[in-house]
């Protein structure tokens, strides 16, 4: 079936440093994928939605220079957080649309991102 | 504002049927019916989507009424894997409608 990983799983930063998180289809291409996050006991909160050598499109109230997205494949989307601070803890799930198969969304485990 | 309604949570037995219930009055003729579920920690997993048939796969199945202002998604025999938060969402299908909107979901709770 189709597999999409992220990595890393987990990760710990200092408050001001910049984190990048990696989006990969593994088995399919995906020129759309999307980026949620999801705060403790809340549902997943669509970021933006990356297309493969475009722009990203983000939600409203997101920051787009603070969330900065790269999908410069059909496999690979970036998102990174920079100058991250405590609020920024959170989970971060991406989704790959599969073109080649039913258009499903098939999503990442989710990477951990903790700001001290 | 959300577009389904779904009970916060439900507790069912291990071995029985789990019937989760998703409200979804105000669906369009074009959107479809989809099941996600969220383990503690992980990412969500595709279960099951419907037009307005009933559906069946491996996992589960999806039965929507005739008006298709509701639907219920069965676990024929939960297991205690089965335990997460139950998510029903409408989309529709191509264009621009591609963006799944989570909402509250059910925590189905499996007990022994």
């Known amino acids: 079936g189709a597999v999409v990983s992220q990595h890393p799983s987990r990760v710990i930063c200092k408050s001001g440093t910049s984190v990048k998180i990696e989006c990969r289809s593994l088995d399919f291409q995906a020129t759309t994928m999307f980026w949620y996050r999801q705060f403790p006991k809340q549902s997943l909160m669509l970021m933006a939605t990356?297309?493969?050598?475009?722009?990203?499109?983000?939600e409203q109230g997101v920051e787009k220079d603070k969330f900065l997205i790269n999908h410069a494949s059909l496999t690979l989307s970036t998102l990174t957080v920079t100058s991250a601070h405590p609020e920024d803890s959170s989970f971060y799930i991406c989704s790959a649309r599969d073109l080649g198969g039913n258009y499903e969304q098939y999503f990442g485990p989710g990477t951990r991102l903790t700001v001290t | 504002d959300a577009k389904t309604t779904q009970p916060p949570s439900m507790d069912c037995a291990e071995g029985r049927a789990a019937n989760l219930p998703c409200n979804h009055s105000t669906i369009s003729g074009n959107e479809y019916v989809y099941w996600y579920r969220q383990i503690h920690s992980q990412g969500p997993q595709y279960i099951i989507h419907g037009l307005k048939n009933n559906e069946t796969n491996e996992m589960a199945s999806l039965i929507i009424t005739e008006d298709r202002k509701s639907s219920t998604l069965i676990l024929p025999h939960a297991t205690l894997r089965d335990t997460a938060v139950y998510y029903c969402i409408v989309r529709a299908e191509g264009g621009s409608n591609y963006k799944l909107t989570f909402g509250k979901g059910t925590l189905l709770t499996v007990n022994p």
């Open positions: 990356s297309n493969e050598g475009s722009k990203a499109t983000y």
